[in-house]
C-alpha cells in the first residue's frame, strides 16, 4: 500500500512539473523546437501527411485545408499546393505592432511566427512554415500550447508530388486568393478565420473517415 502512493504521489509531481515546464517556456523556446525531431506521420490526406498531436480532433476539412478543435480551440490550416509545386520563397511577415513577431529560418525552410492582440481581448497566432499556415484566435494562457501543437503538425507535413500534381491538373481544388493564399496578411485576406465550409464536396467527411487513421 504504501508502494502504491509513493508511485501516485511521483505520477502527480511529473504531471504538475509537465504543465509548469510548458507555461514557463518562452515564445523563443518553443519556437527552437521546429529544428527538434519531427515526430511520425499518424493522419494521412489526398496529397500529404502529418502528425496530429494528441487532443486535437479534425472537425472539417477540404483537399487543402483542415479545421482541427481542441477545447473549444480551432486551429484553421491552409496548405498552399501551388507554391510548394513551384518552390516559390515564403517572405516573412514582419510585424512591429505584435506580442511576438519571429521569422523562422530552419535549414533553409522559411516561415513566421505573428502574435498579437486582436479582439475580445484574444490573440491572433499566424505560423507559416513548410508551405502551410495556420491560424488561431485564442486566450493569452493558452498560447504556448497553440505553438507547440502548431509547430508540431507544420514540420511533420510530407507532400506527395504526385498526388498533388493530379489535384492542380483537375477541376477539384477551388483555390481562390480570398481563401487560400496564405501569403497575403490576414488582415486583408477577407476574415480566413470566418471562412465557411458550406461549399464542401458532400463526400468530404466520408474522406475524413476512411483517411484520417493512425497507423
Known sequence: MKVKKIIIILLMLIFITGCTNINDLSYDDILNTISSDVKGANTYRRGFSFYKPDGL???????????????NVNYYMYLDFINYREGTEITPKISNNSLYNKKINNNGFLGYIDIKLWQNNQYLIEIMYNYAKIEVMVDKDLINDVLINSINILKSIRYNDTIIDIILKSDSLDYTEEVFDIFKDVSSNSNTLQFETDNVDEDVEEEIKDTDYIN
Open 57 to 71: 480532433a479534425i472537425q472539417n476539412a477540404g483537399l487543402n485545408y483542415i479545421i482541427f478543435s481542441s477545447n
